[in-house]
């Protein structure tokens, strides 16, 4: 009997040693991203109630959304209030999708508001310190859709995929408006007739149709994604999209993993229209070797994970492309304003 409590003891005590080496190897210890602003950084979270119930929860529950705050606590500029950033994460992404980028963008004076979208991210911290996982139906969709072979099937999934999400961006830009009249010197720096939007992947999606329901939009950023919203339904076996042109600056972002087929893939015909535009407003920036994952800070938290999920290892190190890819969009948000 002893004999057999200490066998269990010791594979108890490898599966642990097994299981921690695993984590390090998987999510490896790193450094912050070093910031180029002169503004000290601070970060805080709230919860914002939606006047509807959570359908991934099936219980009732009013949807809970998490917002992550990063801010300039010592801007010290009051003749200049600047633009809100307001962030939608991927599919299956985290609050912190692009945090190095909502810290650099704090250190110059702006003020973020990182979302999460509950049943849409990986996990979802609620007010009451419980987490919500990923919804498995949202998994299912993703991972049974077809946008070229089955069109119809994916517009109305891509309908679906922006109500939810935009309805989330809109009730908390609606909520920030508000905290801002409330207590004037909470976030001194933000201007809250303008937001620039902001997202990765679908987030992008979001954030690009966010400009076409909402006049406060001042400008948008899209890290590789489809004009999901523009798509309005499908006819002869093709979608059928708003191309109406945006009026307010854009910058579309893209890697390896979307660029060479942009003009075979049918939901990113608007895209193409942006992307051969002469229009000024419309601003397209290919970075060559790095993949879908390079764009969000997953590549530099899980170089493997991120491979993995790019089904090919990154030609770029993970830092530079972030910094660099931080350095642009922090370009094109100094042009919005």
């Not at 523009?230 to 972002?253: F, Q």
Request: charged content about 25%; proline content about 4%.
């Amino acid at each position: 009997m002893e004999k057999a409590v200490k066998m269990l003891i010791l594979i108890l005590v490898i599966i642990v040693i097994l299981i921690w080496l695993g984590k390090r190897i998987l999510f490896p210890r790193y450094d912050e991203i070093e910031v180029t602003g002169k503004y000290e950084i601070g970060c805080e979270d709230y919860w914002v109630t939606e006047e509807k119930e959570d359908p991934f929860l099936k219980d009732g529950s009013p949807r809970e959304v998490q917002v992550r705050v990063w801010y300039p606590p010592n801007y010290d500029d009051p003749d200049t209030k600047l633009p809100v950033v307001i962030a939608s994460h991927g599919s299956c992404g985290t609050i912190d999708n692009n945090r190095s980028l909502y810290r650099e963008f704090a250190s110059h004076g702006y003020v973020v508001l990182a979302v999460s979208h509950p049943g849409h991210a990986f996990d979802t911290l609620h007010s009451n310190g419980k987490k919500q996982q990923v919804s498995m139906d949202y998994l299912k969709e993703m991972g049974g859709m077809n946008p070229q072979e089955k069109p119809e099937d994916a517009a109305k999934l891509f309908a679906e995929w922006m109500e939810l999400r935009m309805t989330d961006l809109s009730v908390v830009m609606d909520d920030f408006v508000e905290k801002a009249m409330q207590t004037p010197d909470r976030f001194e720096s933000a201007d809250t007739s303008r937001f620039v939007t902001l997202g990765h992947s679908a987030g992008g999606s979001a954030a690009l149709g966010m400009a076409r329901i909402r006049a406060d939009v001042v400008g948008v950023i899209a890290l590789e994604s489809p004009c999901m919203y523009d798509i309005k339904g499908v006819a002869d076996g093709d979608y059928i999209m708003d191309d109406s042109d945006y009026e307010i600056p854009l910058l579309n972002v893209y890697s390896d993993a979307s660029y060479s087929h942009l003009h075979e893939w049918k939901q990113y015909r608007n895209n193409v229209k942006f992307l051969e535009s002469e229009k000024e407003n419309y601003k397209n920036i290919y970075y060559e070797g790095a993949g879908h994952m390079g764009l969000c800070d997953l590549s530099l938290a899980s170089p493997i994970l991120a491979g993995m999920l790019d089904q090919t290892k990154s030609k770029v190190e993970p830092r530079e492309q972030l910094k660099r890819l931080n350095a642009d969009c922090l370009d094109f948000l100094s042009e919005v304003i």
